[in-house]
């Protein structure tokens, strides 16, 4: 599986972006999908996931109510749109797909995509 994040970009503080995460190569509609994201001289660190059918969502304490992910499986894509953006969120986002199922933990993951910087001016 090939994951391609885009939609990255320089925003305000308070402005949306959404983010798309295309998968090639072999469909993911049986794979829960996850966003992270890494900020300059930080760890990568767990953002959102949702299972395979879209029906369960998890996001971090730090994104809950401002940020969803969602997908749709007949266009192998996943989204994360993101409201209310605050300059902690500016990082490279990146998409991941867990195989197995779902989950919080970068670990879990076998399928990395190469990131969209997100950066968000106060």
């Known amino acids: 599986v090939q994951l391609q994040a885009s939609g990255g970009g320089l925003v305000q503080a308070g402005d949306s972006l959404r983010l798309s995460c295309a998968a090639s190569?072999?469909?993911?509609?049986?794979?829960?999908m996850g966003w992270f994201r890494q900020a300059p001289g930080k760890e990568r660190e767990f953002v959102a996931a949702?299972?395979?059918?879209?029906?369960?969502?998890y996001y971090s304490d730090s994104v809950t109510d401002r940020f969803a992910i969602s997908r749709d499986n007949a266009k192998n894509t996943v989204y994360l749109q993101m409201n209310s953006l605050k300059p902690e969120d500016t990082a490279v986002y990146y998409c991941?797909?867990?195989?197995?199922?779902?989950?919080?933990?970068?670990?879990?993951?076998?399928?990395w995509g190469q990131g969209t910087l997100v950066t968000v001016s106060s």
């Open positions: 991941a797909a867990n195989p197995p199922g779902w989950g919080t933990q970068a670990k879990q993951y076998a399928y």
């Open positions: 190569g072999r469909t993911i509609s049986t794979y829960g």
């Open positions: 949702i299972n395979w059918s879209g029906g369960s969502t």
